[in-house]
């Protein structure tokens, strides 16, 4: 991966040589998200669609054209079937589990997941996943700055903690709704399909999964999509651009559609998967 960054920050910085250096890795690193680049390099040959996209895409006047232009590439590229059709073919079937994806931070996927808890919890067993994507080996935090500390220090390519404690984390606020077990599920992006398949090993067979992540999708197919919109920041994050296509419901943010959701779709897809919602 450093290699990848290193060979495209020369090509852009050569064509335009006074770019900054760090708008440059900046953009390159839009295309890790968008592409989940590492999984892509497993099959070799399907980098030589990725790299002409830089410099199609490209434009050093307008930064925010960039990234729909590369965008709509990405889609594009998935669509033709040289990236999601071989991510199909070893997608790990999670048909017990409920997605929940957002568009920007502090979007309520907490905040719907405990909707479902508090729906559900007297009828099902239920186990929450919080999981989060660590994108740098060295520490770094993926949205700047200092950070909050919970991507260091990971040993190993992942690790799986059940939540015990009691707090105002959003893990513990799961627990103290009622989830049967809760855990707090850190992995290396390359190493997210082993991660979620060593926790779903932990989850009985007849337990509803709710499990907050845009970039699961990628390697998973579950119950049902949900994604998120948020309604404070009119960016969209790029693990979200890269899945959204595949959302089976979108939300707003907003705790009514929240409600009548769960009450009304949710419930019947769930009644499909669970027999014990039809007695």
Same mark, same amino acid.
């Given at each position: 991966?450093?290699?990848?960054?290193?060979?495209?920050?020369?090509?852009?910085?050569?064509?335009?040589?006074?770019?900054?250096?760090?708008?440059?890795?900046?953009?390159? *690193?839009?295309?890790?998200?968008?592409?989940?680049?590492?999984? &892509?390099?497993?099959?070799?040959?399907?980098?030589?669609?990725?790299?002409?996209?830089?410099?199609?895409?490209?434009?050093?006047?307008?930064?925010?054209?960039?990234?729909?232009?590369?965008?709509?590439?990405?889609?594009?590229?998935?669509?033709?079937?040289?990236?999601?059709?071989?991510?199909?073919?070893?997608? !790990?079937?999670? %048909?017990?589990? &409920?997605? &929940?994806?957002?568009?920007? %931070?502090?979007?309520?996927?907490?905040?719907?997941?405990?909707?479902?808890?508090?729906?559900?919890?007297?009828?099902?067993?239920?186990?929450?996943?919080?999981?989060?994507?660590? %994108?740098?080996?060295?520490?770094?935090?993926?949205?700047?700055? *200092?950070?909050?500390?919970?991507?260091?220090?990971?040993?190993?390519?992942?690790?799986?903690?059940?939540?015990?404690?009691?707090?105002?984390?959003?893990?513990?606020?799961?627990?103290?709704?009622?989830?049967?077990?809760?855990?707090?599920?850190?992995?290396?992006?390359?190493?997210?399909?082993?991660?979620?398949?060593?926790?779903?090993?932990?989850?009985?067979?007849?337990?509803?999964?709710?499990?907050?992540?845009?970039?699961?999708?990628?390697?998973? +197919?579950?119950?049902?999509?949900?994604?998120?919109?948020?309604?404070?920041?009119?960016?969209?994050?790029?693990?979200?651009?890269?899945?959204?296509?595949?959302?089976?419901? &979108? !939300?707003?943010?907003?705790?009514?559609?929240?409600?009548?959701?769960?009450?009304? +779709?949710?419930?019947?897809?769930?009644? !499909?998967?669970?027999?014990?919602?039809?007695?």
């Amino acid at each position: 991966m450093p290699y990848f960054f290193i060979i495209s920050a020369i090509r852009i910085k050569t064509k335009y040589p006074g770019l900054p250096a760090a708008e440059a890795i900046d953009f390159i *690193k839009r295309v890790d998200y968008l592409l989940n680049i590492s999984r &892509i390099f497993d099959d070799f040959p399907h980098a030589f669609h990725v790299v002409p996209m830089l410099g199609t895409c490209y434009n050093k006047n307008n930064f925010a054209q960039n990234v729909i232009g590369l965008t709509k590439k990405v889609q594009q590229f998935m669509k033709n079937g040289a990236y999601m059709s071989t991510e199909n073919k070893t997608l !790990l079937q999670a %048909r017990q589990m &409920i997605l &929940i994806g957002a568009t920007g %931070r502090n979007s309520g996927k907490t905040t719907l997941s405990l909707q479902i808890i508090h729906a559900f919890k007297d009828v099902l067993p239920v186990v929450a996943f919080k999981l989060i994507t660590i %994108r740098d080996h060295g520490d770094i935090c993926p949205r700047g700055g *200092k950070g909050c500390g919970i991507c260091q220090g990971l040993k190993g390519s992942f690790d799986i903690t059940p939540e015990t404690g009691t707090g105002t984390k959003d893990t513990m606020l799961l627990k103290k709704a009622g989830a049967n077990q809760v855990y707090l599920i850190r992995a290396y992006k390359e190493n997210l399909r082993e991660a979620l398949e060593e926790a779903l090993k932990l989850v009985p067979k007849n337990a509803l999964v709710l499990c907050e992540s845009n970039s699961v999708r990628l390697v998973a +197919e579950p119950a049902l999509f949900v994604m998120i919109q948020s309604s404070t920041s009119s960016s969209i994050k790029p693990t979200a651009e890269a899945v959204m296509d595949y959302a089976d419901v &979108i !939300l707003p943010q907003d705790e009514v559609c929240f409600e009548n959701f769960v009450q009304g +779709e949710l419930n019947q897809k769930l009644k !499909l998967n669970f027999s014990e919602l039809n007695q």
